[in-house]
Each structure stands twice: as C-alpha cells, then as structure tokens.
C-alpha cells in the first residue's frame, strides 16, 4: 500500500487565513509548512476525502473511488467531480468512477454528476463491510462527530485493508471494535492544547487513544502514527514534532509518501 498525504490539515487549514497567533505565524515564515484539509490518496486508486484534491501534486486520473468520512464540506468537497467533467469535455470520456460513503455526502455531490457520467453510489454506514471499486476493503467505524445530526453523515471511519486506519473528525474515545494491528493508523489531532471538545481530539486525548490502541493491538512497534487534521491549536511544528515523538507518532508534511513495508 502507498498512502500520500494529500492534506494533513483541519478545516480552516493551518496557517488559517484570518488568524496571527504563533503557530500560525510560524507556518507563514517556514517554507512547506503549510497543510490543507485532511485527504489522502491510496495506492493512486483510492481518495479518501477531497478537501484537498485542488492542491494535489499527482494527478488524480486512476482514482476509481472517491471514499467520503462525512458530509462537512472541508471533507466532501463536491467541486472536484466538477473538475472531472471539464477533462472529459477536453479530452473525451471518463472512465467508471464509485462515490462512497455516508448517504449525506453523497447527496452533497449528486447535483456535481452530469447525468450520462459512469457513477455509482455505494452508501455506507458503521458496521458495514464493503469490496471497493478501487480494489480495497473497507470496513466503516463510528466517528464521534456530531453522530445526531444527519446532514453530516454519520461521520465514519475506516479500516481500509486491515492495513490503514482512517480515523480523523472524531473524538474520544473511539469506539470499541476489534482491530488488526495496522500498518498507519492516521488520528485526529485538531484542537491541541485547547480543553477538552467531544467532536475531536486534542493533545492529551490523542495520547489516550494511542494508549487504547496499543492495548487492543492495533499498534504495533512498527505502526506508523501519523497526527492529522492538525490545526494552530497545536504548538509550531519543531514543538509538535517533540511532543509527537514522545507518544511514537509523526506529522510528516503534505505530500509526504508512506509505504507499506508488507511485501506484494
């Protein structure tokens, strides 16, 4: 599995556009620092959030399947579907393209879909099991992010081939489920040193779900710990890259490539 960080930022990104404190001033100043709305691309087929997709660096032409982890537009970003449409009257037809996830995301984009475009929907919900029409498994967890409002999913995470977990927006603690010990396991970590919040996590509750997952077995030594949705709630990235450390986990900049070290 190859795993690029489109995006490794919160909603408002970081450095947000409208705020001066210190990290934000830190992230202006230090070249590459910048990251955008969390997204990550699988193995060139799979896109898991699109919030990004306008900063790619790759093209995106062999993704067959667009994975949404719920409907707040910083993730189910619809105007990439646009875009998709004004290659195909560039340069012809498109190839099949799957959009999956929550039904409220999918709803967000339909009016994005022209009428004779090769989409299929495939809803999902927590507990679902699902063959994607990238290639890859998924298996959809509950997200603690507003779970009673239905205009944003409910938000879902994911397990993505017994190898990657996708868990950002959501809080602590996650939900009791049974885990394979994975490979990347990608967490929310928005809001830093602010108090508390039951929607993400921040520093102290990060390292409490890392705790919990090690104890289910879901991180293993050789786990790669990436903090996503990362915002200017957190310390500039020298004093985020120590205190990350010190928990066994990572936050590599956007573009940044992570490889599977299984074999095949």
Do not use: K
Not at 93 to 101: D, K, M, S, V
């Amino acid at each position: 599995m190859e795993i690029r960080l489109l995006g490794t930022g919160s909603g408002d990104g970081w450095p947000n556009p409208w705020c001066t404190c210190r990290s934000c001033t830190w992230a202006r100043a230090t070249p590459g620092a910048a990251r955008g709305q969390t997204s990550v691309l699988v193995d060139g087929t799979l896109l898991l959030d699109t919030g990004s997709a306008r900063r790619a660096t790759v093209p995106l032409d062999t993704v067959r399947t667009v994975l949404f982890t719920h409907a707040h537009p910083d993730h189910a970003d619809p105007q990439p579907l646009l875009w998709r449409q004004a290659r195909a009257a560039r340069e012809g037809g498109l190839p099949p393209l799957e959009i999956a996830g929550p039904p409220a995301a999918l709803d967000l984009c339909r009016d994005w879909v022209a009428p004779d475009d090769p989409v299929t929907w495939t809803p999902l919900r927590a507990g679902d099991q699902a063959r994607l029409a990238s290639g890859h498994r998924v298996r959809a967890l509950p997200a603690r992010h507003w779970p009673q409002d239905p205009h944003v999913g409910p938000a879902l995470l994911y397990d993505v081939d017994a190898t990657l977990f996708a868990a950002w927006d959501t809080g602590a603690p996650l939900p009791e489920a049974e885990h394979p010990t994975y490979e990347f396991v990608l967490l929310d970590c928005n809001n830093g040193f602010l108090p508390p919040y039951p929607e993400h996590h921040n520093l102290a509750d990060f390292a409490a779900t890392l705790a919990d997952l090690r104890a289910r077995g879901a991180i293993g030594p050789h786990t790669r710990v990436v903090a996503v949705s990362l915002s200017c709630a957190n310390p500039p990235g020298p004093e985020l890259d120590a205190h990350l450390s010190r928990l066994g986990a990572e936050a590599p900049p956007d573009g940044t490539l992570l490889v599977s070290r299984r074999a095949g």
